[in-house]
Structure formats: structure tokens, C-alpha cells
């Protein structure tokens, strides 16, 4: 009996101690709400990590600046907008002439930013900038008539970019790259996806530039000049090891003016342009015309430094009704493979 007596007497000892030495209890995530006409950025900026920032119905003008890590910020839908503020605003985010911006550093990047249900619209260039973060998640906005990307997202990883609607912005309904402003070699995202998105009425719909490791998949894209734009260079390492995968890609007919890099876009279905390694597979493409020199169904194109195209395995597509052609291989790269693909015209004859 002493022997048990002290077992009980040191175990009881130790819980407390273990409790009296325990760390305090996290954060309680917290809902801090918002209405018309109060300010975005004081919840944002009042948020512990774990918050989340909940915007009711409504219109709301101004920018909103996110630079800390596990924060939501979410609104109930299309009823509740986001637009630019009248005269000067405020503010990092609407200097750059942006609507909401995520804002990491590459020492240390931010981490479980999620952004749902809301629409950012009419902004002088990106709808939604994000930089240097880990494990975003866009789900369900509305990015539109934006003068430049609707979505744009550089230097990240672990992205999940789903259910959202970019229509009319003046460059891509939704842009991914290594850097918008520096060159350099691809970046591998680990993983990030593009799925289940209704772009419509863009420059192009999805711009992919010095990514590796990514998936565009089951997006709906059509209206545009082009439908999604694969693009490397001379890096190193090399754009590619991504799949473009089950879209349906259909109707990218607008007419987009050459600028001083680029001839003019109409009529592109999928392109890849110095990259390698990658899939284009499961993808519907109908009804792309034009006669831009990369217009077509799906086109493997020269870059601009001239960097061919390799290891493009382009197979189980249905390729109907482009022009001028269906499947059109306009570059010299090797490696690159056409199987089991239903189209009428190919460019040269037998890639169908």
C-alpha cells in the first residue's frame, strides 16, 4: 500500500507541474466583422493569426494589405465588392493600384492566407497581387475588369487557385510566375493548382511563366485572345513538369493588338512556348480561330529567345473546329510526342 501510495502522490506531482510549466492556451480564432462603410484594413490589420476577417454584403472602396500569416479574409459572395477608393487612397496596396495584396518576404513567406467569396473589382492593375507565400487558397472570387491580372501570384508555393470567375481583366483572368519584375529560372510551386475557374473575356485566360511543378485542370476557358499561355526562356532550370489537364478550352476569339515582344494574339487554344517536360492531356479545345502565327488549337511555339520546346507529350485531346489548325507543332525542339489525339488538321499532316 505505501508503494501505491507514492506511485499516486509523484504522478499527481507531475501533472501539475507539467501544467503550471505548459505553454498558454493558443489563440481563439476569432470572426471580426465588416460592414459598408467601415475599413477592411483596421480588422486585417487588428487579426491575430487564425482570425478571420468577414465582410457582409455590400460595396467597399478601398485596398486591402495582408502581411500576416493564417489569416481568412471572406466575404458572402458576388454581393460583396471590392473597388477602388474615389481620388488618392491610402495605403501600400492602392499606391500600387492593386485591390488586395499578400505580401511575404522570400526569408520568410506567408503561410495559409486563404481569400473566399467576395469580388475585387475595376482596380488600375491587379485585381488580387500576391507575393512570396506559402499554401494560399483564392477560392470562389471574382476578379473583373481589372487593368491588368486578374489574379497574379509570384514567388509562391503550395498555391490552390479554385472556383474563381476573372473576366475582363487587360492582361491574364489569372497570371502565376517566378517574378513579375527580375529573370531567372523557373521555380518549382510544389505542387500548386489551377482548377474548376470560369475565365472569360481576358488577354489570355491562364499565363503560366517559369513555373515548375504545377497543374491547370477542369477550368472553363473561353473568350479571350488566348486560352493558357506556357512560357519559358533560357533559364535555368526550365519552365515545365507541369500538366495542363481536362479544361475546356473553346472560343478564345478576341482580337489582342502585337506589342513591342509579342505579335498579336487571336485564336489560341493551349501553347507552350520554351518549355519542357509537361502534359497536355484530357483537355477539350474547339473553336479557336485566327490568324496570328500562334494561332490554333494546341501550339508548340519558339520563344522569344528562341528556347524550343521539349518533352511535351500531347495525347488524348479532343482538338475540333481551330484554325488554322487543330494540333500545330511551329517550333524545332525534340522529344515531343502527339498520341491518340481526335482532330481533323494538323500542322505539318500527321500529328492527328
Same mark, same amino acid.
Given at each position: @500500500?505505501? @508503494? *501505491?501510495?507514492?506511485?499516486? !502522490?509523484?504522478?499527481? !506531482? ?8 505548459? =505553454? ?33 454584403? #455590400? ?14 479574409? *471572406?466575404?458572402?459572395?458576388? &454581393?460583396? +465588392?471590392? @473597388? ?9 496596396? =492602392?499606391?500600387?493600384?492593386? #485591390? ?13 492566407? &486563404?481569400?473566399? /467569396? ?40 503550395? /498555391? +490552390?487557385?479554385? #472556383? %474563381? ?46 513555373? *515548375? ?5 477542369? %477550368? ?7 486560352? +493558357? ?8 532550370? &526550365? ?22 515582344? !509579342? ?20 483537355? &477539350? $479545345? ?11 488549337? $494546341? ?19 479532343? $482538338?475540333?473546329?481551330? #484554325? ?20 481533323? +488538321? ?7
Amino acid at each position: @500500500m505505501p @508503494m *501505491r501510495r507514492t506511485h499516486y !502522490l509523484a504522478g499527481g !506531482l507531475a501533472a501539475l507541474v507539467a501544467s503550471l510549466c505548459a =505553454a498558454p492556451p493558443a489563440h481563439a480564432a476569432t470572426v471580426l466583422t465588416v460592414n459598408p462603410g467601415e475599413s477592411i484594413q483596421q480588422a486585417v490589420d487588428a487579426a491575430a493569426p487564425g482570425d478571420t476577417v468577414q465582410l457582409t454584403a #455590400g460595396t467597399y472602396h478601398e485596398s486591402v494589405l495582408i502581411t500576416r500569416s493564417d489569416l481568412t479574409l *471572406r466575404g458572402v459572395g458576388e &454581393r460583396t +465588392v471590392l @473597388m477602388p477608393a474615389a481620388g488618392t487612397a491610402a495605403g501600400a496596396c =492602392a499606391a500600387a493600384g492593386h #485591390g488586395v495584396c499578400v505580401r511575404g518576404t522570400a526569408a520568410q513567406p506567408l503561410t495559409g492566407v &486563404r481569400i473566399a /467569396s467576395l469580388s475585387v473589382n475595376g482596380y488600375p492593375k491587379n485585381g488580387i497581387d500576391v507575393s512570396a507565400t506559402d499554401g494560399l487558397r483564392v477560392v470562389g472570387v471574382g476578379v473583373h475588369d481589372n487593368g491588368q491580372q486578374g489574379i497574379s501570384e509570384e514567388l509562391s508555393v503550395r /498555391s +490552390v487557385l479554385s #472556383g %474563381n470567375d476573372a473576366t475582363g481583366n487587360g492582361q491574364s483572368g489569372i497570371f502565376l510566375a517566378n517574378s513579375v519584375a527580375n529573370e531567372g529560372g523557373a521555380i518549382d510551386t510544389g505542387g500548386t493548382v489551377v482548377r474548376g475557374n470560369h475565365l472569360e473575356g481576358n488577354r489570355i485566360g491562364v499565363t503560366v511563366r517559369r513555373l *515548375r511543378d504545377l497543374a491547370v485542370d477542369a %477550368n472553363d476557358i473561353t473568350g479571350n485572345c488566348g486560352g +493558357v499561355f506556357v512560357v519559358g526562356d533560357e533559364g535555368v532550370p &526550365r519552365a515545365g513538369a507541369l500538366t495542363v489537364s481536362n479544361n475546356n478550352v473553346h472560343e478564345n476569339n478576341k482580337y489582342c493588338a502585337p506589342t513591342p515582344r !509579342l505579335a498579336a494574339i487571336q485564336g489560341t487554344g493551349i501553347l507552350f512556348t520554351g518549355a519542357e517536360d509537361s502534359r497536355v492531356t484530357g483537355n &477539350r $479545345v474547339s473553336d479557336n480561330h485566327g490568324s496570328s502565327p500562334m494561332s490554333g488549337g $494546341v501550339v508548340l511555339f519558339a520563344s522569344l529567345v528562341g528556347v524550343p520546346n521539349s518533352g511535351i507529350a500531347i495525347s488524348d485531346n479532343l $482538338v475540333t473546329g481551330n #484554325g488554322p489548325a487543330d494540333l500545330a507543332d511551329r517550333d524545332t525542339g525534340t522529344g515531343n510526342t502527339w498520341t491518340r489525339n481526335t482532330c481533323q +488538321v494538323s500542322e505539318p499532316a500527321g500529328r492527328c
